[in-house]
Structures are given as C-alpha cells and as structure tokens.
C-alpha cells in the first residue's frame, strides 16, 4: 500500500472493486485514489510500541518466473458450462472471492445470498449503496459511515492519499500489488503498516481470494519475526460485542493469515503466476498505465507490464515469515476511538480451513443456503430480508436501532474494505 521514495512512502488505494469492474465493462476509465504517505504516526492504542525507523529504498532481485506443473485439482479444474450459474461465477467471476465473502456467508447464509440479488439489482437500477445492506435506515448509515471514517482516518495516519486512474483490469490488479509490496517495505522498515491488500490462493479448495488487513505489526522483541494481524471494528455503543460478532471476526483475521502464509510458503519456489493471469483472465504483458508505471518507479522498482509488477511481488513475499500465530480482534467506541474490548485469538488451521470449505460449498452451488441455528435466530432481528426469508423466527422481538446498526456497521465495513 504505501510506495517507498526518497521523500517518504505513497500509497495506491483502490475504489470498490465492483465500481471498478462496472467502469471497466463500459470502456470508461476508473479513478481511483493513490496514498502518498505523510509522518509516520503510531495509533496509542497498538500492542506493541514500534520505533519508527528511517524510510529506505528496497533494490528489486528480479527472477524468473518458476512454472509450476501441477497442483492437483486446482490446475486440472475446468469451468463446466453448468457451473455458469453458480453463485461464485455469477457474482465473483474474474475477481476472486472476497475474504468478506466468508465472513457474510458465516453469519447468515441465506442474508449472504439475499444480500449478492439485491447488490446486483442496485448496480441495474443505480439505487443508493447502502440501500441494500443494514437497510437504508438513517441510524444504520450513520454507524456505516462512522466506521468507514474511522478506518479512513486510521489509514491516513500513514498514508498520503492521490488519485491515479487505471484503464484497465491489469491495471486494477496492478494497482493492488503495488500496495502490497509497499506496505510491507512500511512495514519492514517501520513496524507498522494500514489497509494491507492481499491477493492470494487456496490451493485446498483451487480458488484464488482477495481482502484488505486492516493493520499489521512487527513484533517489539527484535527476535520475532513473524507479523502481527490486527482487525478493528469500530462500535455504535460502548458494549462488548456477542459471540456471534466475535466469532465472524476470528473467522475474518484466521483467513487474512492462511492467505498470508500461503503466499510465504510457495514465494521461493512454485508462486503461481500463470494460474493467477488465467483464474482472473488477465494479460501479463499488457501494459501499465502511465501513473502506475510512474507509481513502481516512485517505490524504487521498474514495472512497465502486469508480469514486472507480479515479479516483484513474488519477490516481496521471500522477505516474508509466516504470521504470528495469535492474532488481535479490537473493538473500538466511535464515540471516542476508546478500545471496547481486545481478544487474543489462536490461529486454527483446520477450522478456517473448514470454515472456507463450508463456504464454497454453497458459492459452488454443492449446496442451498441454511438458515441461522436455532440458537442465533435473534440476528433475523436485524435483517431486512426477513420478511422475504421462510426461517421460522420470532417476528415479535424487539429489536435495539443501535445494536443493529454495530451489526450492519461491522458487516458492511468487512465487505467495503475489499
């Protein structure tokens, strides 16, 4: 995210990916925003101090692209004609799956699938955004748009923001590991960096995903290296979130990690650049508009096409561990930016992985959407869908305007961050 240069770091930030895509698809360039990064600015509230450290050009070792033969599954996996109607090709075809995806499916799966006819009804009639997700109520939008202020104001602590206009669907993909590989010079030379894009696979289920890491940290013991992964969630009250709340989180930050450690684990040997030119149909010699080329070369690199700029990130990643393996879900007061309540959270392996498995089931179409458990039918509370939706719920329960705006707050802020 930010791009490292002798007068400080900038970052590129993308728009909604689904603004974009639409931009593209009618030939009209997209504008999107590019951070140039101001005085590195620690947030009180982080785990660990960091000292902030001179900000320093990293040399590009250029190697070639190692192709990869075979990984099982995932290269033989051809699109079959009846799987044109899945809802993973309808919604997220050329794009990946969204981690918010997970996270949407996870807390109610039959919301989810509401939620993607009702996005896409929007897009053809060009209603108001938030209309389809928390419900368009005045109080809903306010704690949206509260949480998305915040993160905006967290990012700008590091970043500088300036506008680039892509042309291109390289350009977009570009643009999003550009982010990445100045983030992590950031976050190598200063122990911190904000709104991390990430792009990468799961090989277990042969898809590509794409999110954005609110925050990762360097641990303060010199002798750790692994990266801290940090999700915060801005609060509507003062209270400390349900379980429910809690476990879509963990779910979200465990996602983040398995992406992340995929990438560190196949960097020195078998990165799949040609399997991520194919899955999102894209040209690796297609050449970069002329604000990105100028943004590579502000982060001390040369890139003229897709395929320099894939190089290089393949090229980030080997200077990269694992993540640690105790991730941090922070809950913070809009009212006063004071934490609410922070968790610890052990990574498991095999539960995100499930987790992730569970999902595309459904995106796959191997599936119908479930409704909630009976035990968590109180969410259909705060669902507008809930008139349309056959869950045998208590449509008599009294539902709080500010509990269900921290609902649709954190769920929509998932979502718009990718």
């Known amino acids: 995210m930010v791009r490292t240069s002798s ?146 104001q967290l990012q700008q602590e590091v970043h500088y923001m300036v506008e680039v206009e892509v042309k291109s669907r390289e350009d977009d993909m570009a643009m999003k590991f550009v982010n990445f590989i100045n983030g992590v010079n950031q976050l190598l030379f200063e122990g911190l960096t904000r709104e991390l894009p990430i792009v990468s696979f799961a090989f277990d289920q042969g898809i590509w995903m794409v999110g954005k890491i609110d925050e990762v940290q360097m641990p303060r013991a010199k002798k750790h290296h692994n990266p801290i992964l940090v999700e915060t969630k801005t609060r509507f009250q003062d209270t400390v979130p349900s379980e429910a709340q809690k476990r879509n989180g963990r779910i979200q930050l465990m996602c983040y990690k398995y992406l992340w450690d995929n990438l560190v684990a196949h960097a020195h040997r078998d990165f799949p650049s040609k399997q991520l030119y194919d899955y999102f149909e894209l040209n690796p010699r297609r050449a970069l508009c002329k604000d990105l080329r100028a943004a590579c070369d502000d982060s001390g690199f040369s890139a003229k096409t897709l395929e320099d700029v894939v190089r290089r990130y393949q090229n980030t990643c080997k200077m990269l561990a694992p993540a640690h393996d105790m991730l941090v879900l922070r809950y913070e007061s809009q009212r006063d930016h004071s934490v609410v309540d922070e968790e610890k959270v052990a990574y498991d392996d095999c539960w995100v992985k499930s987790e992730i498995h569970s999902c595309l089931e459904l995106w796959l179409g191997q599936r119908d959407a479930s409704y909630v458990a009976e035990d968590e039918q109180w969410k259909c509370s705060y669902c507008d869908f809930v008139s349309e939706c056959q869950a045998s719920t208590d449509t008599d329960i009294d539902t709080d305007v500010d509990t269900e705006a921290e609902i649709m707050e954190s769920l929509a802020s998932d979502y718009s961050s990718e």
Request: proline share 3%; with cysteine; charged share 35%.
């Open 7 to 152: 007068e400080g770091p900038i970052e590129i930030v993308s728009d909604d990916e689904s603004v974009y895509f639409e931009a593209v698809s009618s030939s009209t360039p997209a504008k999107h925003t590019l951070s140039s990064a101001s005085k590195f600015h620690r947030n009180g509230k982080s785990i660990d101090n960091v000292s902030v450290k001179a900000k320093r050009r990293l040399c590009m070792c250029v190697e070639p692209d190692v192709e990869i033969e075979d990984y099982g599954n995932f290269l033989k996996r051809k699109k079959p004609r009846e799987d044109d109607n899945t809802l993973l090709y309808r919604f997220r075809n050329k794009r990946g799956l969204y981690v918010s995806d997970v996270t949407r499916t996870e807390w109610c799966e039959r919301q989810m699938e509401f939620t993607l006819f009702s996005e896409e009804e929007w897009k053809n009639n060009n209603e108001d955004r938030q209309s389809y997700f928390g419900g368009g109520s005045r109080r809903n939008n306010k704690a949206i748009k509260a949480g998305r202020d915040r993160h905006d």
